[in-house]
C-alpha cells in the first residue's frame, strides 16, 4: 500500500492554498445574479452568484461587510472583486468577496417578478379561485422524487398522524430544465385518475436555482386548472414560487403540507368527544330548563285543585244545560198554543168550513172560480163543490 495516506482535513487544505496562491484566481471580478442571500447574526453574509447556467458560492466576512456601501438583495446582478478559497470543513470552494458593486435587478429576477405579475393580473392568484381543502380526505396524491427526502418525510408524518390516510406517489421530476413538463403530466394523470381527495406538489429544500423549475408558466396553468385541490410544500419557509401563489394552499415544507391536509386521529377523536360532550350538555340542559317550567306551570292558580277545578266547570256547564232544556220546553209550549190558534183562525175562514152549512161554490170547467153570474153564459159549463165531493153542470139560459 502507497504509504503517503493523507486525511481529509490535510487534501482540503491544500487545495485551499492552491486556489489562494493562484494568481488568477487571487483577485478576481465575478459578475452574476444574486441568489440565497443569508446575513447571518455573526456579521458575515452569505449568498451564491449565478448566471443562466452555473452558480458559485460567496461569503462576505464581518470586517468586510462593514466597508461595503449600497444595498443588495436576492435578485440583484453585481460585480464581485475578491479571491477564490475553499472551506476545509465541506471541501467546497468559494468566493471571497472583498468588494461588490451593485448594477441593477437581474434578468433571472425580473423574469420572475414579470411572470408573476402577468399571472396576477390574470387572476391566477385570486381567492375566489381557491378550491377547499376536505376536512376529511380518504386518498392524498403526491407529487414529487420517488428518491427525495420529500416523500419519506410525508410518509412519516401521514403514518404518524393518521395511518389508515391512502398516500399514492405520482413520480416526477422536481428539479432541472425538464421539470415543469414532468410536473404538469403528474397532474394530468392524477385528474384523470379522478379518485384524488387531495394532491400535494412537494420537493425538499434547495437553492433558488433548485427550486426554479417551480416558476415555469405553463406549470402554474396546470395547477390553476387542476379539478383537485393542490398544496405546495416546496422547499424552506423563506422560499415562494410561482407554483405557491396558484396553489390552493401555500405550506412552508412537505411536512407541513401534510399536516395541513391531514387531521391527527387523536385530533378527530378529541373532536367527536367534544361535540358530544356539548351535545349531551346542552340536552341536559333543555330537560332542566323543561322541568323547571314545567313546576312553574303546575303551581299556577290554573293548575292548582284542577281536578276540582274541572268537576266545578261539569256542574255549571250542566245547570246551564238544564237551564237551556227547561228554556227550549217553554218555547215550544208557547209555540204550541200559537200554532193551534193560528190553526183555529185559518180553518174559522177557510171555505171548507162554510161548505159544512149547506153551501157550495162553483167553478168554470178550469177550475177557475165563478164569481158572478154575468161571468156564465148559456151552454157553459160548470163544477159545483159540496163538502163531500163536486158534481159537474150546464147552464141552460
Not at 487544505?13 to 483577485?27: K, S, T
Not at 429544500?205 to 415555469?216: I, R, V
Not at 396558484?246 to 361535540?275: G, H, M, Q, W
Request: include cysteine; charge should be neutral.
Amino acid at each position: 500500500m502507497n504509504e503517503n495516506i493523507y486525511t481529509v482535513s490535510q487534501v482540503n487544505n491544500y487545495i485551499r492554498l492552491l486556489l489562494e496562491d493562484d494568481v488568477l484566481l487571487n483577485g478576481i471580478y465575478i459578475e452574476g445574479e444574486i441568489s440565497n442571500l443569508k446575513r447571518h447574526t455573526s456579521g458575515h453574509i452569505y449568498f451564491s452568484i449565478k448566471d443562466e447556467e452555473c452558480s458559485i458560492n460567496a461569503v462576505i466576512y464581518k470586517q468586510d461587510a462593514l466597508n461595503i456601501k449600497g444595498n443588495f438583495e436576492n435578485g440583484t446582478k453585481v460585480i464581485c472583486f475578491g479571491y477564490i478559497s475553499s472551506y476545509p470543513k465541506s471541501g467546497q470552494y468559494q468566493i471571497c468577496v472583498k468588494n461588490i458593486k451593485n448594477t441593477g435587478l437581474g434578468n433571472v429576477f425580473l423574469e420572475f417578478e414579470n411572470l408573476k405579475e402577468k399571472l396576477k393580473n390574470e387572476g391566477l392568484f385570486d381567492e375566489v379561485y381557491k378550491m377547499e381543502l376536505p376536512k376529511l380526505p380518504k386518498i392524498i396524491g403526491v407529487i414529487t422524487s420517488q428518491t427525495g427526502a420529500a416523500i419519506r418525510d410525508i410518509l412519516n408524518v401521514a403514518k404518524r398522524r393518521n395511518p389508515n390516510i391512502k398516500i399514492i406517489l405520482i413520480p416526477a421530476l422536481v428539479q432541472g430544465k425538464d421539470a415543469p413538463n414532468s410536473i404538469i403530466n403528474a397532474i394530468n394523470i392524477a385528474n384523470e385518475y379522478g379518485k384524488l381527495d387531495i394532491l400535494i406538489l412537494a420537493r425538499g429544500g434547495g437553492s433558488k436555482e433548485d427550486l426554479w423549475a417551480f416558476n415555469d408558466e405553463n406549470l402554474a396553468r396546470a395547477i390553476f386548472y387542476s379539478s383537485i385541490p393542490i398544496v405546495t410544500g416546496i422547499g424552506h419557509e423563506i422560499d415562494f414560487t410561482i407554483a405557491d401563489f396558484v396553489a390552493d394552499f401555500r405550506a412552508p415544507t412537505p411536512s407541513a403540507a401534510i399536516e395541513v391536509c391531514l387531521p391527527k386521529v387523536e385530533d378527530l377523536k378529541e373532536k367527536v368527544y367534544n361535540n358530544f360532550c356539548s351535545i349531551n350538555r346542552n340536552i341536559n340542559k333543555k330537560i332542566g330548563e323543561s322541568k323547571l317550567k314545567f313546576q312553574l306551570n303546575i303551581n299556577k292558580s290554573c293548575f292548582v285543585n284542577f281536578l276540582d277545578r274541572i268537576l266545578d266547570y261539569q256542574i255549571f256547564v250542566e245547570n246551564k244545560i238544564d237551564k237551556m232544556n227547561l228554556s227550549i220546553s217553554s218555547k215550544i209550549r208557547e209555540n204550541k198554543l200559537i200554532l193551534n190558534s193560528n190553526i183555529d183562525k185559518i180553518e174559522a175562514l177557510s171555505p171548507l168550513n162554510i161548505l159544512k152549512n149547506g153551501y157550495t161554490f162553483v167553478c168554470d170547467k178550469d177550475e177557475k172560480n165563478i164569481k158572478s153570474s154575468k161571468d156564465l153564459n148559456k151552454d157553459d159549463e160548470i163544477i159545483l163543490h159540496f163538502l163531500d165531493g163536486s158534481k159537474k153542470a150546464k147552464i141552460i139560459e
